[in-house]
């Protein structure tokens, strides 16, 4: 790793997902966390007007395709007692949105208030990351184990990575195992497993996602060590 830690992370990170994230992909529903933002609008929008849920999702999709759905830039959207500032193209286009697809124009200006509270609040508590925003409270959930469970059979760390993945499996929930994987990887590229999450976070990649990907990575690199010793042994 060269001295830019945080950006050699990232690298490494598109590295993975470009390489092993076609064979998982099918067990993670949500690969990107933009996803899942975009599902929260979703969500607000249908406490705001009786649009056909197909409809309201493929516009959702359109918006976010073109942009015009950027937690940070929603974050910074002004929404005084008038509402919005529709001089801002970016507040135009979004009504423009909600319009075309049925809302009348206060629909539209109640629905874009309640994104922009949204995003508003992500952004002062969470930097903008719906990752950090769920994984807060998975952690909180793993940290409270003890008060709801005994074991005698397991470890407090293997009861931790037992729910961990439960946790990953049954929610989604974008918390990490941090197991040997991770930390074996992390090792052998210079990092720290927080600047390892810290770059999922960054590029908005599942960190649960994340597990799975260095898991195949690290059995591919054995798999192909062990093919390169065997042939050197048989060119012996």
Same mark, same amino acid.
């Given at each position: 790793?060269?001295?830019?830690?945080?950006?050699?992370?990232?690298?490494?990170?598109?590295?993975?997902?470009?390489?092993?994230?076609?064979?998982?992909?099918?067990?993670?529903?949500?690969?990107?966390?933009?996803?899942?933002?975009?599902?929260?609008?979703?969500?607000?929008?249908? #406490?705001?007007? *009786? !649009?056909?849920? @197909?409809?309201? =999702?493929?516009?959702?999709?359109?918006?976010?395709? /073109? &942009?015009?759905?950027?937690?940070?830039?929603?974050?910074?959207?002004?929404?005084?007692? #008038?509402?919005? *500032? !529709?001089?801002? @193209?970016?507040? =135009?286009?979004?009504?423009?949105?909600?319009?075309? /697809? &049925?809302?009348?124009?206060?629909?539209?200006?109640?629905?874009?208030?309640?994104?922009?509270?949204?995003?508003?609040?992500?952004?002062?508590?969470?930097?903008?990351?719906?990752?950090?925003?769920?994984?807060?409270?998975?952690?909180?959930?793993?940290?409270?184990?003890?008060?709801?469970?005994?074991?005698?059979?397991?470890?407090?760390?293997?009861?931790?990575?037992?729910?961990?993945?439960?946790?990953?499996?049954?929610?989604?929930?974008?918390?990490?195992?941090?197991?040997?994987?991770?930390?074996?990887?992390?090792?052998?590229?210079?990092?720290?497993?927080?600047?390892?999450?810290?770059?999922?976070?960054?590029?908005?990649?599942?960190?649960?996602?994340?597990?799975?990907?260095?898991?195949?990575?690290?059995?591919?690199?054995?798999?192909?060590?062990?093919?390169?010793?065997?042939?050197?042994?048989?060119?012996?």
């Amino acid at each position: 790793m060269g001295t830019d830690v945080l950006g050699d992370a990232q690298y490494l990170m598109r590295k993975i997902v470009a390489l092993e994230a076609a064979e998982v992909a099918a067990m993670h529903p949500w690969l990107r966390e933009s996803d899942r933002w975009n599902e929260l609008v979703f969500a607000l929008l249908t #406490r705001i007007a *009786d !649009i056909p849920e @197909p409809t309201l =999702r493929g516009v959702i999709d359109a918006m976010s395709s /073109v &942009g015009l759905l950027d937690v940070s830039t929603l974050a910074g959207i002004r929404c005084g007692q #008038r509402g919005p *500032d !529709i001089g801002t @193209p970016h507040v =135009r286009r979004i009504l423009e949105f909600l319009e075309e /697809v &049925g809302m009348d124009p206060e629909e539209a200006r109640q629905g874009l208030i309640a994104v922009c509270e949204a995003a508003l609040g992500l952004q002062e508590h969470y930097g903008g990351k719906v990752q950090r925003y769920l994984r807060s409270y998975g952690e909180l959930m793993l940290k409270d184990l003890g008060c709801t469970f005994q074991f005698t059979a397991l470890s407090d760390v293997e009861v931790k990575r037992a729910f961990t993945y439960w946790l990953q499996n049954v929610l989604n929930m974008p918390v990490s195992l941090l197991d040997e994987n991770v930390h074996k990887f992390c090792d052998e590229h210079g990092l720290t497993p927080e600047q390892w999450l810290t770059a999922a976070d960054e590029l908005d990649v599942s960190v649960a996602l994340v597990d799975d990907l260095v898991q195949r990575y690290l059995t591919r690199q054995a798999a192909s060590g062990e093919g390169a010793a065997k042939g050197a042994k048989a060119n012996v």
